[in-house]
């Protein structure tokens, strides 16, 4: 089955930096790569989302890339604000139905 | 996205007795809806996948006598915990997706507590 391996487990940076966080993958077949914000106590946000026909997507301080040969994605977040602490986690599926294949997720801590 | 709602967000039962949480798809026709349990700190495990007017499919080490799943209707699942003990105390969350879709989108989650 797949494998999503994702680090930093955790990460802190300074309010106005940037932050990246790794993902890989194991199944070649996935092809739907998702980031989900988690705040404590709440169910995960859809953030951002990139398709393994596309190579780079990008919402305002958000973007995502993918490298489908290394077998990797990551998260970019610009001009980090506090209220971007939280728990990220990246995930992959391979097609319509099938669930999705979750990493450990990233503690990203913001400070003023 | 759509909009899902789950209920209760926190139940306290006690030990033996079932609980059960319910998923709905307010705006969205969920085909398929996914049911996570989350540990404190951990990531989302999935527990079963549910289509629709079909039996859900279990995650192995899922004891689907326990943990019972209705997926009646496009826009309700709902999952019963049956026999509670402390160890099921958890994060249950539920997503739903739609025909040919692969976004999901999620619930808020439940916090149960077994005492």
């Known amino acids: 089955g797949e494998n999503v391996e994702q680090h930093p487990s955790t990460l802190s940076v300074q309010e106005g930096d940037s932050a990246v966080i790794k993902c890989t993958y194991s199944d070649s077949a996935s092809n739907y790569f998702p980031w989900y914000k988690q705040e404590l106590g709440k169910g995960p946000q859809l953030i951002i989302d990139i398709r393994s026909n596309v190579g780079e997507k990008k919402d305002q301080r958000i973007a995502v890339t993918l490298n489908k040969t290394a077998k990797h994605f990551s998260l970019h977040i610009t001009e980090t604000q506090p209220e971007d602490s939280a728990v990220y986690f990246c995930?992959?599926?391979?097609?319509?139905?099938?669930?999705?294949?979750f990493g450990k997720g990233t503690s990203l801590l913001v400070t003023p | 996205g759509a909009v899902v709602s789950q209920h209760p967000s926190w139940v306290i039962c006690k030990s033996g007795t079932s609980v059960k949480i319910e998923c709905r798809s307010l705006d969205f026709q969920a085909t398929t809806m996914f049911w996570y349990r989350q540990f404190p700190k951990q990531s989302l495990m999935l527990m079963a996948t549910?289509?629709?007017?079909?039996?859900?499919?279990?995650e192995q080490g899922v004891e689907k006598d326990k943990f019972l799943i209705n997926h009646a209707s496009l826009t309700l699942s709902t999952l019963t915990v049956t026999s509670a003990h402390p160890e099921d105390s958890s994060f249950y969350i539920c997503s739903v997706m739609g025909l040919g879709d692969t976004e999901a989108f999620f619930g808020q989650g439940t916090r149960l507590t077994v005492v």
């Open positions: 995930a992959a599926s391979k097609d319509s139905g099938y669930a999705l294949n």
């Open positions: 549910s289509n629709e007017g079909s039996k859900a499919t279990y």
